[in-house]
């Protein structure tokens, strides 16, 4: 896989999708899903249509891919993206915890990277369960940003990497945006309690290493990656963090430039992919749903001949 994750710029792999999604994993995403001429495809937080991009390029007759994403721009990417292929997608903006479909809707339905942003996994698991019909696959790919390894030929880079943690993790939870860390691993837990029969578990490592001097491009990386952090942040005890940490940063870069050729430094977490089968199973007691109004007045549909009309969901 890609490797382009650095935990001294993000505590967790939130918003890096595109940094480590490459072939090999667009390939690993494709045999999972196994599409079939006339199968329905639901992606749940599709990003800019990557996935979209992959399975369009398989060609499959009659495939209806569907896309949703809580970010209108990212559904409007997308669907640009989509066009530019000539690639037949149904996308609309909504959240998957309201996912905007009937029950049994989808043959597969999958999400890459979505759940570590939920503060209510369970439902949200319940809702992916709700739309793909009895014995489709239901495929969730998250990471467990709990357990990141590090590790560093300078003491310093150990003091670097604990700050990091505590000043992007305070960062988030200012925001707002605090959720539970360690998702990958719990996800064939909670998919048996959603109505979903877990049928394998596949580890992806995203790793990084540096062995000799680091350019000075990734140095410049991670100190802009604190004054982004910094700007919008009024608590002065996480502006007194994040400047530590600035000068803990400045102070491991003059050490790994002197130590040359003998620096070296590791990083590594892991990707946890979760299939599932959905079974027969009551899973909620909301079926039969058809989009609401506020799904519909920001939905859309893509193909090569009509660029925007109202979706009203699968059925």
Request: proline share 4%.
């Amino acid at each position: 896989m890609a490797r382009y994750v650095d935990a001294l710029t993000s505590a967790t792999l939130k918003n890096l999708r595109e940094q480590w999604w490459d072939s090999e994993f667009s390939g690993f995403l494709q045999e999972t899903l196994r599409p079939r001429p006339g199968n329905r495809i639901l992606d749940v937080g599709c990003g800019h249509g990557t996935a979209e991009m992959g399975l369009g390029r398989l060609r499959v007759s009659q495939l209806a891919l569907f896309a949703i994403d809580r970010n209108l721009e990212r559904v409007a990417q997308a669907a640009a993206e989509g066009r530019s292929h000539n690639y037949r997608l149904h996308l609309a903006g909504a959240d998957v915890t309201h996912l905007p479909f009937t029950t049994g809707a989808f043959d597969a339905t999958f999400c890459v990277a979505v759940l570590q942003h939920v503060h209510d996994v369970p439902g949200a698991v319940r809702e992916l369960a709700r739309v793909t019909r009895t014995g489709g696959r239901v495929l969730a790919v998250e990471p467990d940003n709990a357990a990141r390894y590090w590790y560093s030929s300078s003491p310093l880079g150990a003091q670097a990497f604990a700050e990091a943690s505590r000043f992007f993790s305070a960062v988030r939870t200012v925001r707002g945006d605090s959720t539970e860390p360690a998702v990958g691993p719990r996800v064939s837990a909670i998919f048996a309690t959603c109505g979903i029969q877990p049928v394998s578990v596949q580890l992806f490592p995203v790793s990084v290493t540096h062995i000799g001097r680091p350019p000075a491009t990734l140095w410049q990386a991670r100190q802009q990656a604190v004054d982004c952090a910094l700007r919008d942040i009024a608590d002065p005890s996480v502006v007194t963090q994040g400047r530590d940490y600035l000068r803990t940063l400045a102070r491991y870069e003059d050490d790994a430039s002197a130590a040359g050729a003998n620096f070296v430094e590791i990083q590594n977490t892991m990707l946890f992919a979760t299939v599932g089968q959905r079974t027969d199973a009551m899973v909620d007691t909301h079926d039969a749903r058809v989009i609401s109004q506020r799904s519909a007045a920001t939905s859309l549909t893509v193909s090569s001949t009509d660029r925007r009309r109202s979706f009203q969901g699968a059925r």
